[in-house]
């Protein structure tokens, strides 16, 4: 971390320990409880000092600064592995939030604030989609290349995606970028049958939106359009063994 930064936010910590998101009614929260098979908190602004920062400019978000308001294990998560714990439980089968995306339209500048916000190191730009093998399998149920340049920073319990889509190829990313800005894209889960989670998705009124193969052949995605109820975009990852 910069001594700038460190100067300017005392910011001190790789970790993000917490997604807001913000209800037009009580519905949406309820779907979300239940879908994760958690309870809300009336304690909340008990836990300790809190301070929205509006960094939106920079990293395409608000930040949220939290004093004793960390999670009791210090236990990493990882992106490789689902969790069971839940099974029978939740509807996904895990209750984990492993990874969430923004889109931007600089990827090596959105990189550079994250990483110098975080204290972590400058990783690989990937490009996808432009090899036939990384083929996007669908976008909106139509073949699609959806070309893209996308980095992935990790923290101790949630992985930060930024993608910056290609402005020529037709993707669920552009269509975010196009219609809200720099924004969340997506929040992620990992799940040990996508082809079942997705079906039980679609049933329950919730489309595909877009779905294939990860860049590097370890597994593979689903986009499902969960905005009505859940207010975010839901990445189904299954991970090969």
């Known amino acids: 971390m910069t001594g ?38 009336e304690d909340y602004l008990n836990t300790g000092n809190h301070a ?58 959105a990189q550079k604030a994250w990483c110098e916000l975080l204290g972590a190191e400058s990783l690989t730009i990937f490009h996808s989609g432009f090899e036939a093998a990384n083929k996007v399998a669908t976008y909106k149920g139509q073949e699609a290349i959806g070309r893209s340049h996308f980095t992935f920073i990790d923290t101790p319990h949630i992985q930060v995606e930024l993608i910056q889509p290609d ?31 997705v079906k039980l998705f679609n049933s329950l009124g919730f489309p595909t939106i877009q779905e294939g193969p990860l860049y590097d052949g370890s597994g593979k995605y689903a986009y499902i359009d969960t905005t009505s109820d859940y207010s975010v975009i839901f990445e189904l990852l299954e991970m090969f063994k």
């Open 4 to 41: 700038s930064i460190q100067k300017k936010l005392k910011f001190e910590t790789s970790k993000i320990t917490k997604i807001g998101f913000l209800f037009h009614d009580e519905k949406a929260m309820n779907s979300l409880t239940k879908l994760l098979d958690t309870i809300t908190s």
């Open 52 to 109: 929205f920062l509006d960094t939106r400019e920079k990293y395409k978000t608000l930040i949220e600064l939290l004093k004793d308001g960390d999670p009791k294990t210090e236990d990493p998560l990882s992106i490789g592995s689902g969790d069971n714990q839940y099974e029978g439980k939740a509807l996904l089968g895990t209750n984990k939030i492993v990874q969430i995306a923004l889109v931007v339209e600089d990827i090596r500048e």
């Open 167 to 197: 402005k020529d190829s037709r993707s669920t990313w552009l269509e975010q970028l196009e219609k809200n800005g720099e924004s969340l894209h997506h929040i992620a889960f990992i799940v040990d049958n996508l082809d079942e989670k």
